[in-house]
């Protein structure tokens, strides 16, 4: 499969907005009632994190030989994509891999979180671009008791409506940072590209 990025505001169910819990480390819940049957285990990176709408979530599949340089690689893109918004962020690698992800001060405004098998990487980061913070609240994200979470429109004060555009800025960012060209793809293209080929009748 060629490496390709996919990069999207992820749907939650219609009914309760979900919640993406990885694999790794200690799970922590505020509330156990709020998260009843909305939780979801993954094999990513990291602690436990929140998807929900009007976030974006970026899933490079790119091969890495160091780990811990394509961390820091996707944390310097998406400084970047924030910083042509107005927005100074900053990485904490100094403080230890609980500090992973893009911080505006001291608000985390994105996470990271990546698996790699076989030197192929899969999950990758998710910014709060226009999401409701709220349920951050229903855990301790990323392990962090107290952390505070942050998005770009309450950075900004900007009103909803600016996932479309940031999503091709990060997406640009992430692209040159890999030494790749962006290239806009349909879902059902991507789709196409991965289903097997149909039976020839005999």
């Known amino acids: 499969m060629p490496e ?13 907005p979900e919640l993406w819990v990885c694999h790794l480390g200690t799970i922590e819940y505020r509330d156990g009632l709020v998260l009843q049957e909305r939780v979801r285990q993954t094999d990513r990176g990291g602690q436990v994190t929140y998807h929900g709408p009007g976030q974006l979530v970026g899933y490079p599949i790119v091969r890495v030989d160091d780990v811990v340089a394509y961390v820091r690689l996707l944390e310097q893109a998406l400084v970047q994509a924030l910083s042509e918004e107005g927005i100074r962020g900053r990485t904490r ?10 911080w505006v001060e001291d608000r985390k405004i994105a996470s990271i979180g990546v698996h790699v098998a076989r030197g192929v990487t899969t999950h990758g980061f998710a910014v709060n671009v226009e999401n409701d913070l709220q349920p951050f609240g229903w855990v301790v994200p990323c392990g962090l008791e107290g952390v505070q979470m942050t998005s770009l429109i309450k950075e900004t004060g900007r009103l909803a409506g600016q996932l ?39």
């Not at 390709?4 to 309760?16: I, V």
């Not at 690698?93 to 992973?100: I, L, N, R």
């Open 4 to 16: 390709t990025s996919a990069s999207n505001g992820r749907p939650p169910r219609r009914d309760l």
């Open 93 to 102: 690698p100094e403080e230890g891999p609980d500090f992973t992800g893009v």
């Open 164 to 202: 479309k555009c940031f999503r091709r800025r990060a997406a640009f960012c992430v692209s040159e940072a890999l030494g790749r060209r962006q290239r806009l793809v349909s879902l059902s293209r991507l789709e196409a590209a991965v289903s097997p080929p149909a039976a020839t009748p005999v």
